[in-house]
């Protein structure tokens, strides 16, 4: 399937963010090309053509790009935007109105005057169809030929640009469904049609509605969008073998993204997780934490088993998407996170972000509110004399001014002010991680940390000491991560029913066959996309709770037959231990859905693809919680003192914490070799991201590039 | 170095008496994200539906004397109401209470809310002394009694509304009291769900321990009193500078339940809100005696209502405590069916919390026009069906709560169909509903024209049909707003919305006569018919925006 061509070929990954398009092509001999380019939000496209002959210029010839990942904002924009298509709903009679009343709660509780959440369909675009199904999926009311046919015409009168149907207990049975889908293509050719149970086969009707509405107004969205991309990847000569990646952390072929359109939703903070499995598993790390902190938030996801996680569902502008999607925790930390001191005399920090424009006062663009990015800046871990990606270079006196009046309401002097907010910050943090694991019964100890974004490298080391990680990882382009995790990903389908009963053994075999038929029907389309045999790998699990409780626990199965489902009841039961303490031992257990997903591995060969692809979730030995020893960074036989030339200064310091300010070695990480070792204190510049190693910490370099930070021991 | 000596020994002898405002901000987000964390254990852990898919529960960090410090507010209903369930627990177990011990409590007259409240508290101590506390209380399906569920709007006792628990203790020195679980067990009717929650209360009580520990160890425990001395003060202050930045005024206002819960006249709800410089007082001295009925608001209630409209009509984001309580003076005499006598029934005192909330928030919009707010409904449909799956045939409650239209404000519109004021409880989906219990949704549909008009237009009303299916069922229901004078009210010129409505149908399709409560045997094949009233409008109807007027007709809002 892969042309072979002379001469070198080359992966890329193109991350299209709020501010920057960031690409990266890495070649099959290991060289790696980036390029930054401000994004373009009228027509992304635009900057992603700019981006890819910014490589082309750097000697990336489209020609040569055998394969291109694109983590896109596309959808997630037309949703927050409203610029979705106009969709038009089928419901059951009686049922139009549950996109109206939704959950039935307020999504803040205390405000008196929230505003009204915004439609999804008028109410004048929703139509009702005679038909029911019961709470067991028996027909109550059958759906006629005739009726299937009015209601087409009735949606056909409102000339909608897509169509949804969701109708009551179509989990159960989507033969109406299905029937009323026919009906819509006879009337409706050309006009997409989305059926609640193709694409989430979940009970519940006000979220599986959610997500059909949501898929339907994306379509012709993300379909013009892709459409329009291909069109540009000809037009430059470069083979259009796209693949976008889904919130869940996997990728889809260009040609299938857009019937899934609702699965992109998360795309973009998706990569740099992707990213964080590929670079630990390219160590043999399997225990991770990413860490990804730009200019107004901070992502947090825990990889337990060398995976990321999933949550069966996600949140767009309060509307319900049934898709697996990263588990990641977002606090809105990041280095524009404004600090202020409220009218009771509190110090607060964020969530109030001075975001990329004005940004930190210190970036001299006007903004004159302090930020942690001016903390820092005050206290002298971002030193203002080094220059900066973008040209940006800090204002060192614009910083300070604009703490000062913090300080005062605080009365402390500004390096105080500048300490208690970076600590403050830091604190936060410190929240995000522990609920991504302590608080699941996960001890941090034994997971490396993964810091990219911006502003993350600049906190490693604090949270190193904080939660006592095995080691804190700085990749080599912390600003670039997110790009170059897009090229390390697997091609990934998910699959889900509903089933909701008993875990008795009679159940066993009809959830046995269900993962074996699924699992064909996933690996006949992996095929179809190209993916050999071999390289295909399932992931089974099921939701599971205790019966009569309301939230389950994801529990896999492993080995994927009648043996796997038999330990269901056990695993559950001893998740429920640990995650929350108690479990009763006589309590039935009850599945609620069963879940597949298939893995799809793309036979390429980048430098920054690890070669074997992580092992499917739970096959492996977990290595548990136990705090192995520290770790070695591979490729150097002993760790020297970097040469003097990689000293470019000292700077005026007050390390976190510390009571005074002192002077500190600053390095340039670009004549920091392989085989590098720093002692703490040290400032690590370079032009995407600075890190901080404070006393008591070393940075080693290893031979990618790769900065390990750990305790001294 | 040389000149900082000075200060560095002022700044420690400040220090001494008030932490720095990096440490006091640092601890105190950690012990509310502890609260939260207590709440995340018991939500994801717990059986009843009315805890996990309505977060009726809260927990709550104390200090040594029973002041609520830091709490997770999950549920205004909750807000404040534990801590006087502590001061009962140190004044009944005094120099008894020991490391390990859980205590139990839900007695209304005692410091509870309703018996269906279960709270469970633990002491933390440090060092051998008693430090704090940590507790949890939640709303359990049912708690024994006369009818399944618990509640009964015409109960005329406290005896008749199940188990009465002053505290107890539920364990002792980390182990469960066999006979507290033994007693429970035997008086409620599901007890697997009853002491399953009562672990994960427990549970949760255990990590807000931990945590506690933890950040004694972090920051000693001197600091970290001081921590939760100054918790309460900064809330004082906050709400006092609200306050002060408000034009002085006084106000009253009233409203009415539709009876008195046993078939009675219509129950008086009355305030007269006085704010003067930094202070409000509630006077609620001008509402009616006790009632008969179960509608009466023990005083933990009454309390929560008051500090529930003092955060919405000031700054709903801020998090409270029982700081607030130092700013807010609530006057009410004994006998009063918001500071009720023994043994007067209370377990439907929501529906008279909910009109308070309301009554105050209409006192406040008069005293301060220009942060005028619509009324919400107050019908809260809530109803208990005694049920069977569908699937297994085990018996089981079908508890239901169903919401309407909240008040549009100077801002916008109000919200469709959603639970309003102190309770979020969301609507029971018809794939859960039809699958867990015998019965049939018919119809869910929000009610076009059940809103008050205004430049801003209340939010509308829900209509839920539900059929009984298989065999005849006990059902208790209760309701509010079927007077149309009691209707959620327009301010500014807004118009009012609309009344609530139930209606009974026998299998025969024939009426039956009922009123806004009732406690029925319903036939198969029987429909009840809950039509929920729209919130009110703001300003006059003239002056709404065309744009929003098309967009009304687009969404056939009437």
């Known amino acids: ?713 | 170095m040389r000149t900082g000596t000075g200060s560095a020994r002022r700044g420690a002898r400040r220090r001494a008496q008030a932490i720095d405002p990096i440490t006091f901000e640092l601890a105190s987000a950690a012990l509310r994200a502890t609260a939260v964390e207590m709440g995340e254990v018991l939500k994801h852990s717990s059986y009843s539906p009315i805890i996990r898919e309505m977060d009726d529960f809260s927990c709550a960090i104390f200090r040594a004397d029973g002041d609520l410090v830091a709490q997770a507010d999950f549920i205004p209903a909750q807000l404040g109401a534990m801590s006087l369930v502590v001061k009962e627990i140190i004044e009944r177990w005094g120099a008894g209470i020991a490391p390990g011990d859980a205590y139990l409590a839900n007695h209304p007259y005692h410091g509870a809310m309703h018996t269906p409240d279960l709270n469970v508290i633990m002491p933390v101590f440090l060092g051998g002394r008693l430090f704090g506390w940590v507790g949890t209380a939640a709303h359990h399906i049912d708690v024994g009694g006369v009818r399944p569920g618990t509640e009964g709007p015409d109960l005329g006792e406290i005896y008749a509304e199940g188990l009465l628990l002053p505290p107890v203790r539920l364990y002792r020195g980390g182990a469960e009291n066999p006979d507290v679980f033994a007693i429970v067990g035997a008086a409620v009717r599901d007890p697997v769900s009853t002491l399953s929650d009562l672990r994960a209360q427990r549970a949760a009580c255990l990590v807000g321990e931990r945590r506690v520990t933890e950040l004694a160890g972090r920051h000693g425990a001197r600091v970290l009193a001081s921590v939760f001395d100054q918790m309460l003060d900064a809330v004082e202050r906050a709400v006092r500078l609200d306050l002060a930045g408000l034009p002085d005024g006084a106000a009253e206002a009233e409203g009415f339940l539709d009876d008195d819960g046993a078939g009675g006249p219509p129950t008086r709800v009355h305030v007269r809100l006085a704010k003067h410089g930094d202070r409000l007082v509630a006077d609620l001295s001008g509402s009616a005696p006790q009632v008969r009925g179960a509608m009466n608001v023990p005083w933990a209630s009454t309390r929560a209502s008051v500090v529930y409209a003092v955060r919405a009509m000031t700054d709903p984001a801020r998090s409270t405590n029982d700081g607030v309580l130092r700013a807010v003076e609530i006057t009410c005499p004994r006998g009063t069916v918001l500071n009720p006598d023994p043994p007067a029934a209370v377990s439907v005192r929501h529906n008279t919390c909910q009109r308070l909330a309301d009554t105050l928030i209409r006192a406040a919009s008069e005293i301060w026009p220009d942060r005028a707010i619509a009324s919400s409904t107050v019908a809260f449909f809530g109803m208990n069906l005694a049920s069977r799956s569908p699937r297994t045939g085990a018996m089981s409650v079908m508890a239901e709560v169903v919401g309407g239209g909240t008040g549009a404000h100077a801002a916008g519109d109000g919200l469709d169909g959603v639970d309003t004021y102190m309770a979020n409880v969301g609507l029971m989906p018809v794939e859960v509903a039809e699958s867990s219990y015998s019965v049939r949704i018919l119809r869910t549909e929000l009610i076009a024209g059940s809103q008050g008009d205004g430049t801003f237009r209340g939010g509308l009303g829900i209509r839920r049909e539900y059929q009984v299916l298989g065999e005849d069922s006990a059902v208790t229901f209760y309701s509010e707003q079927t007077d149309p004078r009691f209707a959620p009210r327009g301010a500014r010129g807004g118009g009012d919305g609309s009344p609530s409505k139930i209606t009974v149908l026998g299998p025969d399709g024939r009426e039956l006569p009922v009123g806004s409560k009732a406690s029925l045997v319903l036939a198969p094949g029987s429909v009840i018919r809950i039509e929920t009233s729209g919130g009110g409008g703001y300003g006059d109807p003239a002056g709404r925006d065309p744009a929003l007027a098309e967009a009304d007709r687009e969404d056939e809002r009437g």
């Open chain 1, 1 to 713: 399937m892969v042309s072979e061509r002379a001469g070198r070929r080359w992966v890329v990954g193109v991350d299209v963010g709020g501010t920057f398009t960031d690409a990266i092509a890495a070649s099959s001999d290991g060289r790696v090309v980036v390029a930054k380019v401000p994004s373009t939000p009228q027509d992304p496209g635009d900057a992603l053509e700019r981006a890819l002959r910014e490589l082309s210029g750097q000697g990336v010839s489209p020609g040569a790009i055998q394969m291109i990942f694109h983590g896109t904002t596309v959808a997630t924009n037309a949703l927050l935007t409203g610029r979705t298509a106009r969709v038009a709903l089928a419901t059951t009679r009686g049922f139009r109105d549950v996109l109206g009343y939704r959950t039935g709660s307020r999504p803040l509780v205390y405000d008196l005057t929230q505003p009204r959440p915004r439609q999804l369909v008028r109410r004048a675009d929703r139509v009702e169809v005679d038909e029911r199904l019961s709470g067991l999926g028996e027909v109550v009311t059958p759906l006629t030929r005739a009726e299937a046919d009015r209601a087409a015409e009735a949606i056909a009168a409102l000339r909608p640009d897509a169509v949804a149907v969701c109708l009551l207990f179509s989990y159960l049975d989507d033969a109406h469904e299905r029937i009323l889908g026919e009906a819509l293509a006879r009337r409706l050719p050309g006009i997409p049609v989305t059926l609640s149970a193709s694409v989430a086969r979940e009970f519940r009707e006000y979220p599986r509605t959610s997500t059909a509405v949501i898929n339907a107004g994306l379509r012709p969205v993300v379909g013009r969008y892709l459409l329009g991309l291909g069109s540009r990847l000809r037009a430059l000569g470069a083979p259009s073998r796209l693949h976008i990646m889904q919130s869940n952390g996997g990728c889809l072929p260009a040609e299938r993204a857009a019937e899934q359109a609702h699965r992109l939703v998360l795309s973009g903070p998706a990569a740099g997780v992707a990213g964080t499995a590929a670079l630990g598993a390219s160590y043999g790390l399997r225990q991770l934490v990413s860490l990804d902190m730009g200019g107004t938030s901070l992502d947090v996801c825990l990889i337990p088993d060398g995976v990321p996680p999933v949550a069966p569902r996600q949140e767009i502008d309060g509307s319900p998407i049934l898709a697996p999607s990263v588990d990641i925790v977002t606090v809105g930390a990041g280095g524009g996170s404004i600090a202020r001191v409220d009218r009771s005399g509190r110090l607060l920090v964020g969530p109030e972000s001075a975001g990329a424009r004005p940004g930190p006062a210190a970036y001299g663009h006007g903004g004159d509110q302090a930020t942690l990015t001016d903390a820092h800046v005050v206290a002298g871990t971002l030193p203002a004399d080094l220059p900066l990606a973008g040209a940006l270079t800090l204002d060192a006196d614009a910083a300070r001014a604009a703490l000062e009046p913090v300080a005062r309401s605080l009365g402390l002097e500004a390096g105080e002010a500048a300490d208690g907010i970076i600590r403050l910050a830091v604190a936060q943090m410190t929240a995000a991680l522990r609920r991504v694991s302590v608080q699941r019964g996960i001890d941090p100890r034994g997971y490396a940390l993964v810091a990219f974004g911006g502003a993350g490298p600049l906190h490693a080391g604090l949270l190193l000491r904080e939660l006592g990680f095995r080691t804190a990882l700085v990749p080599r382009f912390p600003g670039l991560f997110a790009a170059s995790g897009l090229t390390s990903t697997d091609i990934r389908i998910d699959d889900s029913r509903t089933v909701l009963a008993p875990l008795a053994p009679g159940l066993a075999g009809e959830l046995a066959s269900w993962y074996a038929a699924a699992g064909r029907r996933l690996a006949a389309q992996l095929r179809r996309d190209g993916i050999p045999r071999g390289r295909i790998r399932l992931a089974a699990s099921a939701d599971c709770r205790f019966a009569g409780q309301g939230y389950e626990l994801s529990v896999p199965v492993t080995p994927r037959g009648p043996a796997g489902v038999a330990a269901l009841a056990a695993r559950f039961r001893e998740l429920h231990l640990r995650a929350y303490g108690h479990a009763d031992p006589d309590q039935p257990v009850e599945v609620v859905t069963v879940r597949l997903s298939a893995f799809g591995a793309l036979p390429v060969a980048g430098a920054d693809r690890p070669a074997g692809d992580a092992a499917p979730p739970g096959d492996a030995a977990s290595a548990g919680d136990a705090a192995p020893p520290g770790l070695e960074p591979p490729g150097a036989a002993g760790f020297t003192r970097p040469g003097a030339a990689a000293r470019i200064g000292r700077a005026a310091v007050r390390l976190p914490g510390a009571p005074a300010v002192r002077a500190v070695p600053v390095y340039d990480r670009e004549r920091l070799g392989a085989g590098t070792a720093v002692r703490g204190p040290a400032i690590i510049h370079q032009l995407d991201a600075t890190t901080v190693v404070l006393p008591g910490q070393r940075a080693r370099v290893d031979d990618r590039g790769t900065m390990w930070l750990e305790e001294r021991r």
